[in-house]
């Protein structure tokens, strides 16, 4: 080495070197974090062109925040892939050479990866937007079923007059017990009592709450496909109550 200060190409090609062995340890899946911040080090200290770095234990400490161990064992792992390569000693502290022959191994493997991680997300996707259509098409099914349950069960329109306003045991309450200014009729806490099985559970807001929560209240039974599938529409849609799971817990059982 001479002490003439290096010149422009020479710093360009320093620092070329330094952004290459930079991109290929940190692309390499065998490396750690901890990895690349010794390699860093020691590119901070190498000589050019010879690419020969003396960099101690103490100094390597002092520049990365990482234990001796971990200094000791990142060395260990740069020098099993090649780019440390011990090349002398000075005093008791070995010499290291930087060598970057992964630089286009590297890059080609960040090249597959992509592609791969790519197809993964739209794999993803896809399955996501069949769960949205499926859950779509269910809730449809289920409201056409319910309309045409609630015709089945439609009044003449030459009948409705004669249908009474209250159901029979309110009729026979209102004739047994006359009401007083203040008083509660003697059901008036079983209907309240009775309310929340009517108020549907709330939409979940994600495929692992909708999974999660059908679970806990299907846990222990069994349930066939379309009823599944119906009730799994009900509680995304927002629609399922406690009646309707009771009425199900007891058809399963």
């Known amino acids: 080495m001479t002490d003439e200060a290096p010149s422009p190409v020479e710093r360009a090609s320093k620092a070329s070197f330094k952004l290459d062995m930079i991109e290929t340890v940190n692309a390499d899946p065998q490396m750690q974090?901890?990895?690349?911040?010794?390699?860093?080090?020691?590119?901070?200290?190498?000589?050019?062109?010879?690419?020969?770095?003396?960099?101690?234990?103490?100094?390597?400490?002092?520049m990365t925040g990482l234990s001796e161990r971990q200094i000791v064992n990142s060395r260990a792992r740069i020098a099993k892939r090649g780019y440390l390569v011990?090349?002398?000693?000075?005093?008791?502290?070995?010499?290291?050479?930087?060598?970057?022959?992964?630089?286009?191994?590297?890059r080609q493997h960040v090249v597959i990866t992509t592609e791969y991680l790519k197809e993964?997300?739209?794999?993803?996707?896809?399955?996501?937007?069949?769960?949205?259509?499926?859950?779509?098409?269910?809730?449809?099914?289920?409201?056409?079923?319910?309309?045409?349950?609630?015709?089945?069960?439609d009044v003449p329109a030459n009948s409705a007059g004669n249908i009474p306003s209250l159901p029979?045991?309110?009729?026979?309450?209102?004739?047994?017990?006359?009401?007083?200014?203040?008083?509660?009729?003697?059901?008036?806490?079983?209907?309240?009592?009775?309310?929340?099985?009517?108020?549907?559970?709330?939409?979940?807001t994600s495929e692992e709450e909708l999974a999660e929560t059908f679970s806990k209240l299907f846990a222990d039974y069994e349930l066939g496909p379309h009823a599944m599938a119906r009730m799994c529409t009900l509680l995304a849609t927002g629609r399922l109550t406690p009646a309707i799971v009771q009425g199900q817990r007891s058809d399963a059982a």
């Open 33 to 62: 974090p901890s990895d690349l911040a010794v390699v860093a080090a020691h590119l901070c200290v190498m000589s050019w062109p010879e690419r020969r770095a003396w960099l101690s234990t103490s100094k390597a400490r002092a």
């Open 86 to 106: 011990q090349d002398g000693l000075y005093g008791t502290t070995k010499i290291f050479r930087l060598e970057n022959d992964r630089l286009e191994d590297m």
């Open 120 to 153: 993964i997300q739209k794999d993803r996707q896809t399955e996501r937007r069949r769960l949205a259509r499926v859950v779509h098409a269910n809730s449809a099914e289920t409201e056409n079923a319910c309309h045409a349950a609630q015709g089945d069960c």
């Open 168 to 204: 029979p045991q309110d009729i026979a309450l209102k004739e047994e017990e006359p009401f007083r200014e203040g008083a509660v009729p003697s059901n008036g806490y079983a209907a309240a009592k009775d309310d929340h099985l009517h108020i549907p559970f709330p939409a979940p």
